[in-house]
């Protein structure tokens, strides 16, 4: 069985950055993509980025362009997310997730997920 668990987040100020690790056990010889989400309180779970596990095809959402870079270890069954420049907003439980790409690459919708990680604290703030 095919287990996540993401580590890494904590409490940053404004402008800094982090960097989350999501480490896959269990059932890891056929993973296919695997995505990073979150979950503000009271707001519905979006998606940040994805990585296919086997090529390194990434994808991200709009906002994080330019800040945010996924990436992937596979000899550690560990996918990165590295967030610099990071907003109050942005502040959220972060997961992790592993789903089937499409046409060759991954994408960053919810639903295209099935094995989720517990997530981890990300706080934004002065």
């Known amino acids: 069985q095919l287990q996540l668990a993401e580590s890494g987040g904590g409490l940053v100020q404004p402008g800094g950055s982090l960097r989350l690790s999501c480490a896959a056990s269990?059932?890891?010889?056929?993973?296919?993509?695997i995505g990073w989400f979150r979950q503000a309180p009271g707001k519905e779970r979006e998606g940040v980025s994805c990585i296919r596990v086997r090529s390194g095809n990434t994808n991200y959402v709009d906002s994080v362009k330019g800040r945010f870079t996924i990436s992937r270890d596979n000899a550690k069954n560990t996918v990165y997310l590295q967030m610099n420049s990071l907003k109050v907003e942005e502040t959220a439980v972060y997961y992790c997730?592993?789903?089937?790409?499409?046409?060759?690459?991954?994408?960053?919708?919810?639903?295209?997920?099935?094995?989720w990680g517990q997530g981890t604290q990300v706080t934004v703030s002065s």
């Open positions: 269990g059932s890891t010889l056929d993973l296919d993509a």
């Open positions: 997730a592993h789903g089937k790409s499409i046409f060759g690459s991954c994408i960053t919708t919810v639903g295209w997920y099935a094995s």
